[in-house]
């Protein structure tokens, strides 16, 4: 599901559309696989009996849906957008939730990776903004590295010199206070 350019403001452009990495594919697979060699081990080992070849049957339906289908849907509609104004999270399959966070906001962006993430090329991007919510985790983002890059690039672009998060660009810079004389 790619990201509607009718939500966004005008002037407002998509930077980065990211969805996770295609390791949250893995699992499903190997159980969609097993799930099907199973049923069709146990249909032709119980052939003779119609009624229990359609239990086995039903079950592996409800095997596939809760553990194939409901993952790849929440992986399809799960996404991550980077505009040149703020960052945007979308994910659920019928009730969908999101949150956007003004990159004027945003006051840390790391990333972690470890031996998995480093050989599949992915990992998780940590941003950290100034509200008291909880910063966002962004689960198996691919090239993380990259998207870090491309992330500090634009909150630069964006910074008003205040380093406190709290006005928009386009305020004028905060400069150094004079010193005052105490006496």
């Known amino acids: 599901m790619a990201f509607s350019p009718k939500l ?3 002037g407002e452009r998509v930077v980065m559309e990211l969805r996770t990495h295609i390791k949250k594919m893995v699992v499903p697979l190997i ?16 052939r003779s009996n119609d009624w229990i070849v359609y239990v086995i049957v039903a079950v592996a339906v ?21 505009t040149n104004r703020r960052l945007i999270t979308r994910e ?7 949150r956007d966070i003004p990159l004027y906001r945003i006051n840390d962006v790391t990333y972690e990776k470890d031996l998995l993430d480093r050989l599949l090329g992915c990992g998780t991007l940590i941003v ?8 966002v985790k962004l689960y198996d983002v691919p090239k993380v590295e990259k998207v870090h890059v491309t992330m500090n690039e634009l909150l ?5 010199g205040s380093d406190d998060g709290e006005f928009p660009p386009g ?13």
């Open 8 to 10: 966004l403001a005008q």
């Open 92 to 98: 659920g399959i019928v009730t969908r939730t999101g």
């Open 31 to 46: 159980v969609l696989v097993l799930t099907i060699v199973a049923a069709l081990l146990l249909a032709w080992w119980v």
């Open 128 to 135: 950290s903004d100034a509200t008291d919510k909880a910063g």
């Open 171 to 183: 305020e004028p810079p905060r400069g150094p206070v004079a010193p005052t004389n105490p006496f």
């Open 156 to 160: 630069f672009q964006h910074d008003d």
């Open 62 to 82: 409800l095997a596939i849906v809760l553990w194939v289908v409901i993952p790849f849907l929440r992986w399809r509609t799960s996404i991550y957008v980077v």
